[in-house]
């Protein structure tokens, strides 16, 4: 455990309370969770609600709270900037910067959430993000009674995926895969494996968590905790190396490509939509297998 933890929670109030344009403080995530799986390893989460949202975007403000060991932001959310800072000891706290009347004039809508369908595209988008990240718990540390009381009105949601949204990552997998091999074949090894981990393994991921939660099964989003939601089989099928060498490439292609057949057969299944193999691709996946393994894919 770092040693900055012990006096974290005390110093980020104390910091926060002394920022006039700071509105509120939120913790979130798993810290902020009843039954939340917390360990060592669990980093800090916060939503940061202020007047001037500029000061906070290039993650300056993040070296007033103790040693720190690195800074990033990049865009979260829509329009939002997400801090991550790496103090002493690898503790590690994220920041969403948001804008103060967004979220008053969000879970203001809340208070009325009948009338959804009236609202703005935007503030549509707005709320779910918030019921999305808020609504498994959340701690105010800086606002008080009036922004508890605006929290408490945000009920947990999961945006099912929809018939579009499983077409299309089909489409992208299979269409990615093609580009991934290829570039196997041709000898460009790292795109190969940027493009198996970029896209592939992410839609992989994507497909495996709906299937999860289909069956009645708890999972994350971005592969957390994959380990203790995947079956067995799923476990076995997405353990593979990537190294640049064009024989791991292509096994790595070909174990991928079978878990995500499976999983996406399961998933049109569950919600009865149409399953397209795309047998085209596989086939012609197969035949470059073979010509790699006999050395006469083309370069």
């Given at each position: 455990?770092?040693?900055?933890?012990d006096?974290?929670?005390?110093?980020?109030?104390?910091?926060a309370?002394g920022?006039?344009?700071?509105?509120?403080?939120?913790?979130?995530?798993s810290?902020?969770?009843k039954?939340g799986?917390?360990?060592?390893?669990?980093?800090y989460?916060?939503?940061l609600i202020?007047?001037?949202?500029e000061?906070?975007?290039?993650?300056?403000f993040?070296?007033?709270l103790?040693?720190?060991?690195?800074?990033?932001?990049?865009?979260?959310?829509?329009?939002?900037?997400?801090?991550?800072a790496?103090?002493?000891?690898?503790?590690?706290a994220?920041?969403?910067?948001?804008?103060?009347?967004?979220?008053?004039?969000?879970?203001?809508?809340?208070?009325?959430?009948?009338?959804e369908?009236?609202?703005?595209?935007?503030?549509r988008?707005?709320?779910?993000?918030?019921?999305?990240?808020?609504?498994?718990g959340?701690k105010?540390?800086?606002?008080?009674?009036?922004w508890?009381?605006?929290?408490?009105r945000?009920?947990?949601?999961?945006a099912?995926?929809?018939?579009?949204?499983?077409?299309?990552?089909?489409?992208?997998?299979w269409?990615?895969?093609?580009w991934a091999?290829k570039?196997?074949?041709?000898?460009?090894f790292?795109a190969?494996?940027?493009?198996?981990?970029?896209?592939?393994?992410e839609t992989?991921?994507?497909?495996?968590?709906?299937?999860?939660l289909?069956?009645?099964?708890?999972a994350?989003?971005?592969?957390?905790?994959?380990?203790?939601?995947?079956t067995r089989?799923?476990?076995?099928?997405?353990?593979?190396g990537?190294r640049?060498?064009?024989?791991?490439?292509?096994?790595?292609?070909?174990k991928?490509?079978?878990v995500?057949?499976?999983?996406?057969a399961?998933v049109?299944?569950?919600?009865?939509?149409?399953?397209d193999?795309y047998?085209?691709?596989?086939a012609?996946?197969?035949?470059?297998?073979?010509?790699?393994?006999t050395?006469?894919?083309?370069?």
């Amino acid at each position: 455990m770092s040693r900055l933890q012990d006096g974290w929670d005390a110093a980020l109030s104390a910091w926060a309370h002394g920022r006039d344009d700071i509105r509120a403080l939120v913790q979130i995530g798993s810290r902020a969770q009843k039954g939340g799986a917390v360990d060592s390893w669990s980093d800090y989460d916060y939503q940061l609600i202020t007047t001037r949202p500029e000061r906070y975007g290039d993650g300056s403000f993040c070296r007033a709270l103790g040693p720190c060991w690195a800074v990033g932001a990049h865009e979260a959310f829509g329009n939002c900037v997400k801090v991550t800072a790496v103090y002493e000891g690898a503790l590690e706290a994220d920041f969403v910067v948001l804008r103060h009347l967004e979220v008053l004039i969000a879970t203001a809508a809340l208070r009325w959430p009948k009338t959804e369908l009236l609202w703005p595209r935007i503030l549509r988008r707005g709320v779910s993000d918030l019921r999305i990240v808020v609504a498994p718990g959340w701690k105010v540390i800086k606002g008080g009674a009036p922004w508890e009381a605006r929290y408490s009105r945000i009920a947990p949601y999961r945006a099912a995926m929809t018939e579009k949204e499983f077409e299309g990552l089909c489409g992208n997998f299979w269409a990615q895969l093609v580009w991934a091999a290829k570039k196997a074949a041709r000898g460009e090894f790292r795109a190969s494996q940027r493009g198996i981990h970029e896209h592939l393994i992410e839609t992989g991921l994507r497909m495996l968590q709906e299937e999860a939660l289909l069956s009645g099964r708890q999972a994350y989003p971005l592969g957390r905790r994959a380990e203790l939601w995947l079956t067995r089989e799923q476990l076995e099928g997405t353990a593979f190396g990537t190294r640049p060498d064009p024989a791991a490439l292509m096994n790595a292609l070909e174990k991928i490509a079978g878990v995500f057949l499976g999983t996406s057969a399961a998933v049109a299944a569950a919600k009865g939509w149409r399953h397209d193999e795309y047998a085209e691709v596989r086939a012609w996946l197969a035949g470059s297998m073979s010509a790699i393994s006999t050395g006469k894919a083309p370069r």
